[in-house]
């Protein structure tokens, strides 16, 4: 069975970029619903002793939906921080980036673009193919890299209800807020884990 995460950091520490209020609601209430429905749709499954990225990599339906919200959501979380001044990516992932789009800011920009140009709802992500070439993907509703044999690295919501209560429908303002509050120490973590 899986449970809600406990955030790794205080409830108004992401203000304002992400308000308390919209902590409360989307790690509060949206987060526990996927939780609670994965779990309920679990027994019989035959994803009982399964991984949530196992689940991710191989289920369909229901199933797939809320494990990989579930997934998704874990990701997106731990990902933050407080915001800091000047904050950018170091060592490989810095390297990587540089690599790949000529520049951070390069990067920036065109993960934003394709935050925005996202229609309906899901998710764009920065991932990484199995040698660390890194991409940027766009995922409708609960999708995630994974399930292309990419790992996974760093994403925003683009879920309304990750914003609406601060920024109503301006999506693109969101999405230019959350730079100062990525814990690129946790990305970096990420691309050089081994699976």
Not at 5 to 24: H, M, N, Q, V
Request: glycine share 8%.
């Amino acid at each position: 069975m899986f449970t809600l995460i406990s955030l790794p950091y205080a409830p108004d520490a992401l203000s304002p970029a992400i308000s308390a209020e919209t902590l409360s609601f989307h790690h509060g209430k949206h987060l526990q619903t996927y939780v609670t429905n994965l779990n309920a749709l679990l027994p019989g499954s035959g994803f009982e002793e399964s991984t949530l990225e196992d689940i991710v990599r191989n289920a369909q339906g229901g199933i797939l939906n809320n494990a990989g919200q579930l997934l998704n959501h874990n990701l997106y979380f731990t990902q933050f921080k407080p915001a800091t001044e000047d904050n950018a990516p170091s060592g490989q992932l810095a390297e990587a980036l540089q690599e790949t789009f000529g520049s951070f800011e390069a990067f920036k920009d065109e993960f934003e673009k394709k935050g925005t140009t996202l229609f309906g709802s899901g998710w764009v992500w920065l991932a990484a193919d199995d040698k660390g070439k890194l991409c940027i993907t766009q995922e409708a509703n609960a999708g995630n890299p994974l399930r292309s044999g990419l790992k996974p690295l760093m994403t925003f919501d683009v879920w309304e209800h990750a914003y609406y209560l601060d920024y109503q429908n301006r999506r693109a303002a969101h999405l230019a807020a959350l730079w100062p509050i990525i814990n690129w120490d946790e990305v970096e973590r990420r691309y050089t884990a081994s699976e």
